[in-house]
């Protein structure tokens, strides 16, 4: 077995090691599946157990799990201790709502086919699910998706990405701590072991890059399996000149530079009303210019800094691209605009007198840059904002909050905020759904969210029991002719025809 060294995007060192488990995944899933019937007869209140015991043991540790996620991804301190909380909601909503979202439904009959049927619509698990995850956000990203389609009735296996294994490894190890049945286990290793997942499963819930999740979704097609895709963004907000221009100027900057940009649903470009351009611009400069950046810690200083390192040396070189490349062809940089030299750092960054011509208004930058462009209108900002492959999600900005609603629906976005940011992640009875390159399918959304883990299944009965049905053999013309003469009585909506 081949170890993966797993290094400080901080300062290169290396903070752990872990095995390439891709010959694992057969026996692993195998595993899952002899233990996910007696998971799934266990129902959803049993279920529910375990998993409120299993948000305990992460509040519990998330100090712990906080120290190894910041070692690997190179966050603050107060990003690296976002995750556990968000995963502690996602338990607590599905939890207190999954006996509900899980119900059969019972539909009435809806023609005289089925007046004397009972019908039964029935949510039974896929046996066993693949969550496929990247590395910006590996705790919150893993188990907001496992926790669901646990608690519908399925075994989960999760691979975390190979750049950042060990928060998960660790969060996931508090599963077997808590003694909960062996129905979630984490198999790490670089893309094939993902493959191999993808290969093993029932469904595959994969969040990351649009390219990977393009040659997932063919390896799923092929296997004829379900898979539900969150993928890449390149999110715009946008400034009308009616704007709280304080409030946007600080959204546009933790939006844009969180998690050093690293964010499916970053602001990764802003389009502003001429008549505030000036102002806006500046207001966020100034805003940028007082970011501190470098690695605190629990221990050490924590919360000293607002701005953290980026996850790899790969990403590092796509941000520089699109920065250095915006500059060759006519863009300012008026704060920022290079890494700073230490680990993966790269300076927080505004450029103006960006146009669609170049990579930092089109590519998914993934980077803390903030490129801000004058538009006329609200017309051209649409436009533009919809000039793209992606369709991840984006913001409005105005006082008039009706306007923004409906500016919002001309849209091509899973998602828009109106005078916020990111808002929409912790709306769980909303849908999150990339729309375009962004996306296939949505997670949360309310029974939806829980629901997708499922295969409806359709249990029809009948309560009278006659020898045998009207429609049955043997076809007589009296029969007949009466049951088609009963058929238009009741399907026609008008007179010639119910009598015709
Ligand atoms: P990535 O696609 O390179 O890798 C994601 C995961 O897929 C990793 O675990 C990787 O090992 C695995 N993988 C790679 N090739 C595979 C294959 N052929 N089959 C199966 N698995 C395979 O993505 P990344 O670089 O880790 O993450 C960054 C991307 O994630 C960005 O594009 C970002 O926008 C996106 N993202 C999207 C959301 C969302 O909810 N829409 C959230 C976070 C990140």
Redesign the pocket.
């Known amino acids: 077995m081949t170890g993966i060294e797993v290094r400080s995007p901080a300062d290169g060192s290396v903070v752990g090691v872990v095995v390439d488990q891709q010959h694992d995944v057969a026996d692993t899933v195998a595993r899952l599946r002899e233990h996910q019937p007696g998971w799934d007869e266990s129902g959803v209140a049993g279920r529910a157990r375990w998993l409120r015991r299993y948000r305990d043991w992460l509040l519990d540790h998330e100090d712990d799990i906080a120290r190894i996620l910041q070692a690997e991804t190179g966050k603050p301190w107060a990003e690296a201790t976002m995750e556990v909380p968000y995963v502690a909601d996602v338990i607590n909503y599905y939890c207190k709502h999954g006996e509900r979202f899980l119900t059969d439904d019972t539909p009435g009959a809806h023609g005289p086919m089925t007046l004397t049927k009972r019908q039964r619509a029935v949510h039974r698990p896929y046996p066993v699910a693949g969550v496929?995850?990247?590395?910006?956000?590996p705790v919150a990203?893993s188990l907001m998706d496992a926790i669901p389609a646990l608690l519908a009735g399925a075994a989960v296996v999760v691979?975390?990405?190979?750049?950042t294994p060990l928060a998960v490894g660790a969060a996931l190890a508090g599963w077997t701590e808590i003694g909960a049945p062996p129905v979630l286990a984490c198999l790490t290793?670089?893309?094939?072991?993902?493959?191999a997942?993808?290969d093993a499963v029932d469904y595959v819930q994969?969040?990351?890059?649009?390219?990977?999740?393009t040659?997932?979704a063919t390896?799923a097609a092929e296997r004829l399996i379900p898979c539900g895709l969150?993928?890449?963004?390149k999110d715009p907000m946008l400034v009308l000149s009616d704007a709280d221009l304080d409030r946007a100027a600080n959204a546009a900057v933790w939006g844009g530079i969180c998690n050093s940009g690293?964010?499916?649903?970053s602001v990764e470009r802003i389009y502003v009303e001429a008549p505030v351009y000036e102002d806006f611009v500046s207001r966020v400069v100034a805003r940028v210019r007082e970011l501190r950046q470098g690695t605190d810690g629990a221990d050490r200083d924590g919360y000293r800094y607002d701005v953290g390192a980026l996850a790899n040396q790969a990403q590092l070189e796509i941000v520089r691209r699109h920065v250095d490349e915006a500059v060759e062809a006519g863009a300012k940089a008026l704060v920022g605009g290079k890494p700073t030299g230490t680990g993966t750092f790269f300076e927080p960054t505004v450029l103006v007198d960006v146009d669609h011509s170049m990579a930092c208004m089109r590519e998914?930058t993934?980077g803390p840059t903030l490129p801000i462009m004058k538009v006329a209108d609200a017309d051209e900002a649409v436009r533009l904002a919809n000039d793209t492959p992606y369709g991840?999600s984006a913001t409005v900005w105005t006082r008039d909050t009706r306007r923004g609603e409906r500016l919002a629906r001309r849209l091509e976005a899973g998602a828009v905020n109106v005078n916020d940011v990111f808002t929409n992640l912790f709306a769980l009875p909303l849908p999150?759904a990339?729309w375009k390159q962004?996306?296939l399918g949505a997670?949360n959304g309310g029974a939806h969210g829980i629901r997708k883990y499922c295969r409806s299944q359709a249990i029809v009965s009948s309560r009278v029991t006659p020898r045998a049905e009207p429609m049955w053999y043997p076809y007589r013309p009296l029969r007949g002719r009466l049951l088609r003469r009963l058929t238009r009585l009741v399907m026609a909506r008008d007179i010639r025809r119910r009598l015709g």
């Open positions: 496929i995850t990247p590395w910006n956000f990203l691979k975390p990405s190979e750049f290793g670089h893309g094939d072991t993902g493959a997942i993808v994969f969040t990351g890059s649009t390219r990977t999740g040659a997932i390896r969150e993928l890449g963004g690293q964010m499916c649903t998914e993934f991840l999150m990339g962004s996306g997670r």
